[in-house]
C-alpha cells in the first residue's frame, strides 16, 4: 500500500473510533440520568441528619466513598463491570443531591429553582460539546490551568467548611461553574482529538462536568432567587 494512501485509511479508521467513542458516551451519558434521578427522588426521602451532627466528617466520608467508586470505575472501564460501577455512582451521586434538594424545595418557588438549574446545565453543557464537535477545535492547552484551577477550589471548598463563610461560599459556586463548562470543552474535545478511547471514563468525565455546574448553579439561584415561605 502506498504511503499517502495507507496515512488516509488510517485517518479514517480513528475517525471512526472517535465518532464511536463520542456516540456511546452520549447514549451512556443519557442513560445515567437514569438512576441519578431515582437515587435525587431517593435523597430527598431520606434522613440527613447525621450532616448537622457530623457537619464535617459527614462530607468527607461521602467524599472518600465517592473516590472510592471512581476508582472502582476506572480500574473496570473495559469490562461490563464498568458500566455496572458507572451507574452505581451515578445513582449515589443522585441520592448525594438528597440534602440540597430537600433544603431547595423548603423555598416557595425551590422546585422552579431546580428546574431552572436543570435547564441552565442542559443549556451550558448542548453549547459547549456543540463547539467542541462542531469546530473540533484542540482544547488540550487548557488541561494544566483547569487542574490548577481545581486543586484550588478544592483547597478553598474544604477551608470553607470550617469557617463557613456565605459570600466565600457563593464566589466558590461560581467559579465551580466556570471551572466544569472549562472542562467540557476539554473533555469532549478530548475524545474528538482521539485523547480519551474509552467511553466508559469518557462517560465519568463528563457526568461529573454537569453535576459539579448543576449543583453550584442551584446554590448560586437559591442564595439570589430564593423565595421563603
Same mark, same amino acid.
Given at each position: 500500500?502506498q504511503?499517502?494512501i ?10 471512526l473510533?472517535?465518532?464511536k467513542?463520542?456516540r ?5 451519558l ?13 435523597g430527598?426521602?431520606?434522613n440527613? =441528619?447525621?450532616?448537622a451532627?457530623y ?16 476508582f472502582a ?6 469490562s461490563? +463491570?464498568?458500566?455496572?460501577l458507572l451507574?452505581a455512582?451515578?445513582f449515589?451521586?443522585?441520592w +448525594?443531591?438528597g ?8 423555598f416557595r418557588?425551590?422546585g422552579q429553582?431546580?428546574?431552572i438549574?436543570a ?7 448542548f453549547?459547549l460539546?456543540?463547539?467542541a464537535?462542531?469546530?473540533?477545535k484542540?482544547?488540550s492547552?487548557?488541561g494544566?490551568f ?5 486543586v484550588?477550589l478544592?483547597?478553598a471548598?474544604v ?9 466565600? =461560599? ?7 461553574v466556570m471551572?466544569f ?7 469532549v =474535545?478530548?475524545i474528538?482529538q ?8 469518557a462517560?465519568?468525565?463528563?457526568y461529573l ?12 439561584l ?6 421563603r415561605?
Amino acid at each position: 500500500m502506498q504511503p499517502g494512501i495507507q496515512t488516509r485509511a488510517q485517518t479514517t479508521q480513528l475517525a471512526l473510533v472517535q465518532h464511536k467513542v463520542l456516540r456511546n458516551t452520549y447514549m451512556m451519558l443519557g442513560l445515567t440520568m437514569i438512576p441519578t434521578v431515582i437515587g435525587a427522588i431517593a435523597g430527598t426521602a431520606t434522613n440527613f =441528619s447525621f450532616i448537622a451532627q457530623y457537619p464535617i466528617m459527614g462530607p468527607l466520608l461521602m467524599l472518600a466513598a465517592m473516590f472510592g467508586l471512581m476508582f472502582a470505575v476506572g480500574a473496570a472501564r473495559n469490562s461490563i +463491570w464498568g458500566v455496572v460501577l458507572l451507574l452505581a455512582f451515578t445513582f449515589v451521586m443522585g441520592w +448525594w443531591l438528597g440534602p440540597m434538594l430537600q433544603y431547595a424545595l423548603n423555598f416557595r418557588n425551590g422546585g422552579q429553582l431546580v428546574g431552572i438549574a436543570a435547564g441552565g446545565t442542559g443549556v451550558i453543557f448542548f453549547t459547549l460539546a456543540g463547539i467542541a464537535t462542531v469546530t473540533r477545535k484542540d482544547f488540550s492547552f487548557m488541561g494544566n490551568f483547569l487542574m490548577i484551577g481545581l486543586v484550588l477550589l478544592i483547597i478553598a471548598s474544604v477551608a470553607n467548611l470550617f469557617f463557613q463563610i456565605p459570600a466565600a =461560599s457563593m464566589t466558590i459556586s461560581a467559579l465551580v461553574v466556570m471551572l466544569f463548562s472549562g472542562y467540557i470543552l476539554y473533555d469532549v =474535545s478530548q475524545i474528538i482529538q482521539g485523547g480519551e478511547t474509552n467511553y466508559v471514563m469518557a462517560t465519568l468525565k463528563i457526568y461529573l462536568d454537569i453535576y459539579n455546574i448543576f449543583i453550584n448553579l442551584l446554590n448560586l439561584l437559591l442564595a439570589f432567587s430564593g423565595q421563603r415561605d
